[in-house]
């Protein structure tokens, strides 16, 4: 009796220890978005002006950096930003996402706005989370991050 009560108490340990190793990871706000081509993701950048209309790093608000900046994106690939009269010159293009960690973004965005600060804070490739013609949500792909930038039309 006492070698099948040890068994079970084994049993039973094991299955406790299993089950309180569940992951802690939580995924990055996933807004159902449909799966965007180069060419729909195209028409809806170049449709206008953007700015920032929100930028998170983990818990801090870096929105008002942007505040004043204006971004254009055009068809060729080229992307401006005028900023209180300054103009800073880059690039983008549409990429398939970076899809590691879980996330389930189709697309991707990649950002090369120079060096300077603020906008070497953008300059990577993102996930495309949603598109609107109004909104463009991106997230960074690496989750340790935790940005969440939202563009808007101006």
Do not use: R
């Not at 084994?10 to 706000?29: E, W």
């Not at 060096?115 to 792909?141: E, F, G, H, Q, R």
């Amino acid at each position: 009796m006492k070698k099948h009560f040890n068994k079970l108490l084994s049993v039973v340990v094991a299955a406790s220890i299993l089950a309180s190793c569940s992951k802690s990871y939580v995924a990055p706000n996933t807004t159902t978005a449909t799966s965007p081509t180069s060419a729909d993701l195209t028409t809806v950048l170049i449709s206008g002006s953007w700015v920032v209309s929100s930028f998170t790093q983990k818990t801090e608000d870096k929105t008002s950096k942007f505040s004043n900046m204006v971004f254009t994106f055009s068809a060729n690939g080229a992307l401006t930003v005028i900023d209180n009269g300054n103009t800073t010159n880059g690039t983008w293009n549409y990429t398939p996402a970076v899809t590691y960690y879980g996330s389930t973004s189709k697309a991707a965005i990649a950002i090369n706005i120079g060096a300077s600060n603020p906008l070497v804070l953008l300059t990577k490739t993102w996930n495309l989370i949603a598109s609107t013609s109004s909104t463009i949500k991106i997230d960074s792909p690496e989750i340790l991050e935790d940005e969440h930038v939202q563009f808007g039309k101006k």
